[in-house]
């Protein structure tokens, strides 16, 4: 995992920038991290983790979604690509992070947490929080090293397993 920072900046897309989102929700490799929930969404796909997108449903996610939550692609400046997204509710804290399969192990996530911290603090965020499974080393540590510490746990099945799920939080006051 490099530690170098990424020429990187958060974009905010537009309706028409949607086709990522869709391409990395239907992408098996960037979304199976979330297969094996019991989850009750529609177009969420168990065995693979993705999640239907249709261009159709854009425009009304777009509405519904963009005025609760700073929703912003990582946009690769050197490159000129999208290599993930991240976002935080903004009536609450929880927040999330998601690198495309392609470009993990980069440094990416690093680099764009940061960038979603100083939002979150210009959002007047006081506690940014996410649910990171233990098994998700790599994620958990980049958490830890930018200052996230641990609020707990539960337990969740995956694929009918017991899985243990960190609760951590960030401090932002």
Known sequence: MEDNMKNIKLYVPQVEDLWFRKECMEDR???EYNAGYNVSYGGYHYESGCIDFPEEKFERWYKETMPRVFYAYVLDQDLNKFVGYCNFKLDKTSGGIVIKDEFRGQGYMTSALKLLIEEAKKQGVKVLTDSVPISRENALKVFYKLGFKNAGQFTVKKF????????IELNLE
Do not use: L, N, R, S
Request: net charge neutral; proline share 0%.
């Open 160 to 167: 009918g397993k017991e899985e243990i799920v960190m609760q």
């Open 29 to 31: 490799k960037t979304m």
